[in-house]
Structures are given as C-alpha cells and as structure tokens.
C-alpha cells in the first residue's frame, strides 16, 4: 500500500522592503504553477512569506508595524493564491504576520495556515517558540525582535487529518526544539510543513557561521527520524535589505534522511513524492512510543521551563 | 576562561561468549593505560563492557542468565579496573548488567556507573529506553531481549558536579528519545557519557543498513546541540558471535559537530580536549531554556505515552 502525497517546497529568494504585496503573490503564483506542473498536491512557502523579515529593525510607529500585518486571511492581496490554489487543485501552507482583534484587544501573531486544495482554510498555527528579544540591544550584530512584535502562539501544535494524511505546522525556530516534533509525533503527524528566515550569522555571535545550514538540517533530520514523519522545510533566502538568510529547504523522509534539498538562495522548487505510508515503519518498530516511552521520567521537560543545574 | 576535560571513548571491539572476565578486563586496562598516555581525565567504556551481548539470546536456565550478570560492584572480576584508575588519577563510565537484591526481591538492571579518579563510585545510572521485546519473537531477524532480562531504571536521569563538571549519563537506545537529553539538559549538563551495542541489523528489517549509522550520530549530534553539551558515545563493535555491531564512537560537542571518531570495529581509543565552558554560549542563547521554552504547550509529552492520533 502506499499513500504518495506529492509536496513542493516553494523557497523564496530575498523580499525587499520596497517591494509590494502584488509583486510578491506574483513570485508565488509562478511558483504554484510550477508546482502544479510538477505533480504536487500541496505547496510549502515560507514563514513571513508576504513581506521582508521585519523583526530585523526598531519600529516605534505601530502603524508602520501593522503595516506588516495581515489583518485579515483572504484579503485582497492574497486572493489570487487563494483563487489559483482552487483552480490548480492544490493545498498550501502560508507563513504571515497576523493581525487580530481577540477578546477585545488587538493581538500579533507568527503565523501560518494550511489551505486545502479547495482553497479552504483548514487549519492555523501560531508560532510558539519566539526567538531574539522584546528590547532593542545594541549588543547584537543585528536585532531580531521577534518578543517585541509577536504574542506566543495560543494554539498549541495541533494536527489535522487532510490531504491522505495526519499533517501538523510549526515555523522557523520551533524546528530546533525536540518538544515541537513530540507533541505533534504524540498525536500521530505523518508530515510538518514549516517555513523559515534564518539569518545566515547568529546576532550573539559565537557561532561559526559554517554550522548555521548544519545545526538547520540536524534538527530537521532528528525531528523527522525520530518522530518517524515528513518535515518539508522551506526558507526565504538569501540578501534581504543587507541582511543574508540561509537557505537550504529541504524535505527529510522518515528515516531521517534528506529526499530534496534546494541549492540556491532563490525562488526554487523542491518537489518529492512523499510516501505517508513509510511512516508506519518507524512508529511500530524503534519509536513504537507506547512500547518504549517513559513518561514517568520525564517530568522535568514540563514541570520547568529553565535550567536548574546543580549546587 | 577554559574547563578543559580531556576525554577518552574506549571502544571495544567484539567479547565473545567463550572470553571470560579477565580476558576483557585484560583489554580495558590496555585501553586505559592507552588512555592515560594521551592525557585523559575520564574514559568512557561501552555498554554492557564486561561481557557479549546476551540478550541477543533467549536464555531459559536463570543462573545461565545471572552469569552473565555482576552480583556486586566492584567485584573481584573488575577490581584490577578501579585499582588501576586510582593509580592513573582517571575517572571512568562502565555499563555492566548488575543484579540487585532490592526490597526483598533479585532486580536486574542494565547499569552504568561513574566511577570518579580515587576509584570511588560517585553514581549509577540504570538504562530507562529498553529496546526490543521481553517474549521470543521468531519473526524478528534477531532477537533482542531487553525487556525480558532487564527492569526499566528506576532512577531517572541524575547529573553530577563532578571532574569541573555537570555529567550525565544514559545508555544505547536513550540516546534516540530526545526527553533522555532534554531531562538532563533541564539539569544544566555539560557532558553525557553513554555506551552502546547497536546491531548493525534492525531486527524488524524495515530499515536500510546503512541508515543505521547515520540514525546513531543524528540523535548524538541534535542531543548535544539542542542541549549545549558534549557527548561522548561509544561502542562495543565488531562481530559479536555471529552478530555485527556498529562503532562509530565518537564526541560531539556543544555545536553538535563530532569532534573525535572511531575509525575501527575494533578496540580503539578516541580522545579529545573538552573545554566545558564551550557549553555556555549555546545556554544562553539558542537554547536559553527560562526565555525560550513553553511548558505550557508541552502537556502530551508528559501526559501520554503513546500516540494518539486523530480520528
């Protein structure tokens, strides 16, 4: 038996800040007709897709930060992806800044959606691991605001059975955190999509620059191995208002191993036929998670939150 | 400021069935002295050091078993070890199956200890993730009973501020559960010592071989990277009464980069200069757990043991 889902990763190059909307969903569609061309039946772009990776910068004026935001999904703008989606028969995954109006106040999120191939929204997920800082600090090599302009996601890491198999999201730095792939293997996720701007230097410092795609990939290939699932990756890239993103999208299998992996900092379709079925092995045998689990000693990964190190 | 531990990993090559204690100890005296001349201050040995691995076998006759098992530790058998390492002023992890009379009853672990560079024992770590199965299963291409020789540890994952630093411990199969390496990174760990017999064949096929080895350094490598921490694995390696194992030992350290690796299936010294304080930058940034993490989305990890997907 097998369950073939075909999934593009839709890599972007750089967005600028002067460039607009329209000629960003122009970029996307191209690479959804491409994806169509292909064969996939689903499309992963990247987190923040619409615009350039603003948490890079101090912005006081908040309507000059909203302007960032989405404040409604569809909107005018992205209608024509929506509309295309539903033409070609394919499912998307979209990465934006959402603006919100919630228990009478008005919230910020990292956000991404998963379309059906009917250009239904079928489910949303709120990016709950923030990297960076909430106040500027001109220690770092550059700022990454992500604390000071987004709430942490409220939604968890739920699932959603759609499109022949059990999909879950996540965005960017959830990927380095073994806690994301669990809860989301706990509950049966036979593939995550999640897009990525990743600075191709860590603002502390501190780190060679060398190890950046290297710790990107480790952490992709361990969440997949040893939750035994799909992930498709899929960054903006490259040279964005002065700053270089690292690219590297890639598709890891099951086993951990890498199926497609991009090679530029551009626009750029990765496409792999994704057998849902090749889950099943690892799920029953190593990470058979009811046989091997032990849960009992696990108690520090949700009793803390910080490092307690001994006296 | 540097912390440095120079470190050794002493893979071993096979034990067979017909070597007997002396023999091995023989071997791993070689290594430490080995060991010593490189300057080491700490000798990782592997699991389950002393003897072949057994659980390979469906052994019926208890006292058959319990041969294989060491009743007391240090013991006669292992004292030329300890004698020794207090002599060289080095300290050493030993994985041996250790039975126990506990609570009234004979309770069979597989064990690891720390021994520290007076030969005195400072912990005990009993193996939490055992893999394979408690009744014979001819379907599998060998069997690996575990769960039938073996109890699950009972005591968690411990730390140590011991040797300039916080060490851990764990054994083989922990090493792919990502909560093994989280528990103890809760714990501010700096070093993970861990042993190994891995076949080189998964039992329930399913599994390309050489994805075996590739399996093995992922976990080490996203383990000591997601938690800022060497970790030093080695292996029991070779053909073992017909069965063959992986090496691969190896160091990783607290970028996830593998720093010193076995070439061999043989036995085979690895060492490399370990400066602790390495650990700290990925603590404080990356993988600032207090400003970072989010218990509160973590709930399933703890809550449940296997998965439950969705309808």
């Given at each position: 038996?097998?369950?073939?889902l075909?999934?593009a990763?839709?890599?972007m190059?750089p967005?600028q ?5 329209a000629s ?8 959804l007709h491409?994806a ?7 499309v992963?772009f990247?987190e923040l ?8 910068w101090v ?8 302007a ?8 005018p703008?992205v209608?024509p ?9 394919i ?5 934006y800044a959402e603006?919100?109006h919630?228990?009478?106040?008005t919230?910020r999120?990292n956000?991404?959606i ?8 079928l489910g949303?997920y709120?990016k709950?691991h923030?990297?960076g800082h909430?106040?500027?600090?001109p ?9 000071r302009?987004f ?6 890491f739920p699932?959603?059975?759609t499109?022949?198999?059990v ?10 955190w073994?806690?994301?792939?669990r809860?989301m293997?706990l509950q049966?996720?036979e ?5 990525y701007n990743?600075?191709?230097q ?6 060679e620059?060398h190890l950046?795609m290297m ?11 040893q ?8 960054a903006?890239a490259?040279l964005?208002?002065?700053?270089d993103l690292?690219?590297g999208?890639?598709i890891?299998g099951p086993t951990g ?15 792999a036929?994704c ?8 799920k029953?045998s190593?990470f058979?998670f009811?046989a091997?689990r ?5 108690g ?12």
């Amino acid at each position: 038996m097998t369950r073939i889902l075909t999934v593009a990763g839709a890599q972007m190059g750089p967005i600028q800040r002067a460039d607009d909307r329209a000629s960003v969903i122009e970029r996307m569609l191209a690479l959804l007709h491409r994806a169509h061309r292909r064969g996939a039946g689903l499309v992963v772009f990247p987190e923040l897709a619409l615009t350039t990776f603003f948490p890079r910068w101090v912005i006081d004026d908040q309507a000059e930060v909203d302007a960032w935001f989405e404040a409604g999904m569809p909107n005018p703008a992205v209608q024509p992806l929506f509309d295309a989606a539903r033409t070609l028969g394919i499912g998307f995954y979209l990465g934006y800044a959402e603006l919100t109006h919630e228990g009478g106040r008005t919230r910020r999120f990292n956000t991404a959606i998963l379309v059906d191939e009917t250009g239904t929204i079928l489910g949303k997920y709120r990016k709950v691991h923030l990297p960076g800082h909430a106040e500027p600090d001109p220690a770092r090599l550059h700022q990454h605001l992500e604390k000071r302009y987004f709430e942490v996601g409220d939604l968890g890491f739920p699932v959603w059975r759609t499109l022949g198999g059990v999909m879950g999201m996540c965005i960017c730095n959830d990927r380095r955190w073994p806690e994301t792939y669990r809860v989301m293997g706990l509950q049966g996720v036979e593939m995550i999509l999640l897009g990525y701007n990743t600075p191709a230097q860590n603002a502390q410092g501190g780190e060679e620059v060398h190890l950046r795609m290297m710790h990107h990939h480790l952490c992709i290939q361990a969440g997949a191995y040893q939750n035994s699932s799909f992930v498709v990756a899929v960054a903006k890239a490259g040279l964005e208002d002065g700053h270089d993103l690292i690219g590297g999208s890639c598709i890891a299998g099951p086993t951990g191993a890498i199926v497609a992996l991009a090679t530029t900092q551009k626009d750029e379709l990765i496409v792999a036929d994704c057998d849902l079925d090749q889950c099943a092995f690892g799920k029953a045998s190593v990470f058979d998670f009811a046989a091997h689990r032990r849960p009992e000693h696990y108690g520090r990964i949700t009793a803390q939150t910080g490092a307690t190190p001994p006296p």
